[in-house]
């Protein structure tokens, strides 16, 4: 069945870096955009990312442009969130989401959405 | 980016109707049809419920509806059940002269009197 797969969460102090990975299954991965959102503990969803169905597009939240970096490898069917300079306010559960239509980016929903992984930042 | 407002909550008995609103600005929910709506149950991910502001994914009841006017959004469930308490998020595609990207509203709880 469809479905996507975080894992890379844990905890890391102020100012390190870490990367997560969003496992694709159940569909054809590189005719899709992809995007990260984050839910801080006891809030609200917020978007972070996004990527075209081949990379070579990419948009990004204001809270984290230019020290996060998504990335994908098609051709292992997964997608990545390079986190880097990571502040206590990053602390969240970060999901993976599909877009709706086939060869979208911004003019998209999110169909399918991942179980999330945790990030904890802290010292 | 500027979240969308929506109310914190609403509540509702079974079998009655509720709507919930999702009030943005001419660079987001005014501007386009790429509204969408998102239910979540404590500790799951988000449910896909409406998107581009009213079309219903295979799989999601007829009992939910969306529409807009102007710059505000709404989503209405009709016939409550108690299994649609939950939180619910609005989102928005959003495009200004020094941004572009996606905006989700701060989330409705919903409660099932």
């Known amino acids: 069945q469809v479905q996507l797969v975080e894992s890379g969460g844990g905890v890391v102090q102020p100012g390190r870096s870490l990367r997560l990975s969003c496992a694709a299954s159940?569909?054809?991965?590189?005719?899709?955009?992809m995007h990260w959102v984050r839910q801080a503990p006891g809030k609200g969803l917020e978007w972070v990312a996004v990527?075209?169905?081949?990379?070579?597009?990419?948009y990004y939240a204001d809270s984290v442009k230019g020290r996060f970096t998504i990335s994908r490898d098609n051709s292992k069917n997964t997608l990545y969130l390079q986190m880097n300079s990571l502040r206590a306010e990053d602390t969240a559960v970060y999901y993976c989401?599909?877009?709706?239509?086939?060869?979208?980016?911004?003019?998209?929903?999110?169909?399918?959405w991942g179980q999330g992984t945790m990030v904890t930042v802290s010292s | 980016q500027s979240a969308l407002t929506q109310p914190a909550s609403v509540s509702g008995s079974p079998g009655q109707s509720i709507t919930i609103s999702c009030t943005g600005t001419?660079?987001?929910?005014?501007?386009?049809?790429?509204v969408s709506w998102y239910q979540q149950h404590p500790g799951k991910a988000p449910k896909l419920m409406i998107y581009?502001?009213?079309n219903r994914p295979s799989g999601v009841s007829n009992r939910f509806s969306g529409s807009k006017s102007g710059n505000t959004a709404s989503l209405t469930i009709s016939g409550l059940q108690a299994e649609d308490e939950a939180d619910y998020y609005c989102?928005?595609?959003?495009?200004?002269?020094?941004?572009?990207?996606?905006?989700f509203g701060g989330g409705t709880k919903l409660t099932v009197l």
């Open positions: 989401a599909k877009g709706v239509f086939e060869y979208q980016l911004l003019y998209d929903a999110f169909d399918i």
């Open positions: 159940g569909f054809t991965f590189s005719s899709y955009g």
């Open positions: 990527i075209s169905y081949d990379g070579s597009n990419k």
């Open positions: 001419s660079s987001d929910v005014g501007g386009y049809n790429y």
């Open positions: 581009e502001v009213s």
């Open positions: 989102s928005s595609y959003t495009s200004s002269s020094t941004l572009e990207g996606v905006v």
